[in-house]
C-alpha cells in the first residue's frame, strides 16, 4: 500500500483530525490534531492491511509564532509491507502536552523523554518521564528556539565546579583539553 493510500483509510477514519496532508521528496507527512493520537496510531499499528510495526523515530520541532508552536513527529514503518509514513501531531505554546504512544510502541520510551527534556513536550501516561540529556536541575528546554544559545546570563550549572574538580590532575596525568 503506497503512503497516500494510508492517508485516504486515515481521513475515511478520522477525517475531523486530519488538519493537512503533505509531500516532501517521496515521504509524505500528515499533520494531526494532537487529542486523538494514541487512537490513530493505535489504528496505524492494529490495522492488518497497514501495520505499521516500528516506530523509527519520535522527535520534537518548535516553530515560535505559528499557531501551533510545537510538533511532534512520529516516523513509522512497516517491516511486513515496507511503506513508510510521518504523523505530525500539532501542539500549541499554551498547552504542550500529549498522549504516550509508549503502550504501542515501547521503543518510544526515550524519544520521549528527550521530546520532553528538550522542548518541555509532556506526554500523559509515560511510565519514567524524567530528564534523560540534561541534569534534573537544569533550568528550561535548550532546543527551544527562544533558549539563549549561550544559556542564561545570570546562571551557572551547580555541577559545574564538580566536573572542574574531576580534571584537577588533567596536567598531572598529561591529559590534553581539545
Not at 490534531?33 to 501495520?51: A, F, G, M, N, V
Not at 498522549?99 to 526515550?110: D, F, K, L
Not at 501516561?125 to 542564561?152: A, N, S
Given at each position: 500500500m503506497e503512503p497516500l493510500e494510508i492517508v485516504?483509510?486515515?481521513k475515511e477514519k478520522?477525517?475531523?483530525?486530519?488538519?493537512?496532508v503533505t509531500q516532501f521528496r517521496e515521504q509524505v507527512f500528515v499533520s494531526v490534531k494532537s487529542d486523538r493520537i494514541t487512537d490513530i496510531c493505535r489504528y496505524l499499528h492494529d490495522e492488518p492491511d497497514i501495520h505499521?510495526?516500528?516506530l523509527a523515530d519520535i522527535c520534537g520541532v518548535d516553530y515560535p509564532g505559528r499557531k501551533y508552536r510545537f510538533e511532534v513527529l512520529y516516523n513509522l514503518y512497516s517491516i511486513k509491507f515496507r511503506h513508510r509514513l510521518i504523523v505530525k501531531a500539532l501542539l500549541t505554546e499554551e498547552d504542550p502536552n500529549i498522549n504516550s504512544v509508549v503502550?504501542?510502541?515501547?521503543g518510544a520510551n526515550c524519544h520521549e523523554r528527550e521530546a520532553c527534556d528538550m522542548y518541555g513536550i509532556?506526554?500523559?501516561g509515560h511510565p519514567d518521564l524524567r530528564r534523560i540529556l540534561m541534569p534534573e536541575d537544569w533550568e528550561g528546554f535548550p532546543q527551544r528556539k527562544d533558549y539563549p544559545l549561550k544559556g542564561r546570563e545570570d546562571w551557572e550549572y551547580k555541577g559545574f565546579e564538580e566536573c572542574?574538580?574531576?580534571h584537577n590532575h588533567d596536567k598531572e596525568w598529561n591529559i590534553q583539553a581539545s
Amino acid at each position: 500500500m503506497e503512503p497516500l493510500e494510508i492517508v485516504e483509510r486515515l481521513k475515511e477514519k478520522y477525517f475531523s483530525e486530519i488538519v493537512d496532508v503533505t509531500q516532501f521528496r517521496e515521504q509524505v507527512f500528515v499533520s494531526v490534531k494532537s487529542d486523538r493520537i494514541t487512537d490513530i496510531c493505535r489504528y496505524l499499528h492494529d490495522e492488518p492491511d497497514i501495520h505499521m510495526d516500528f516506530l523509527a523515530d519520535i522527535c520534537g520541532v518548535d516553530y515560535p509564532g505559528r499557531k501551533y508552536r510545537f510538533e511532534v513527529l512520529y516516523n513509522l514503518y512497516s517491516i511486513k509491507f515496507r511503506h513508510r509514513l510521518i504523523v505530525k501531531a500539532l501542539l500549541t505554546e499554551e498547552d504542550p502536552n500529549i498522549n504516550s504512544v509508549v503502550p504501542i510502541w515501547n521503543g518510544a520510551n526515550c524519544h520521549e523523554r528527550e521530546a520532553c527534556d528538550m522542548y518541555g513536550i509532556i506526554f500523559h501516561g509515560h511510565p519514567d518521564l524524567r530528564r534523560i540529556l540534561m541534569p534534573e536541575d537544569w533550568e528550561g528546554f535548550p532546543q527551544r528556539k527562544d533558549y539563549p544559545l549561550k544559556g542564561r546570563e545570570d546562571w551557572e550549572y551547580k555541577g559545574f565546579e564538580e566536573c572542574k574538580e574531576l580534571h584537577n590532575h588533567d596536567k598531572e596525568w598529561n591529559i590534553q583539553a581539545s
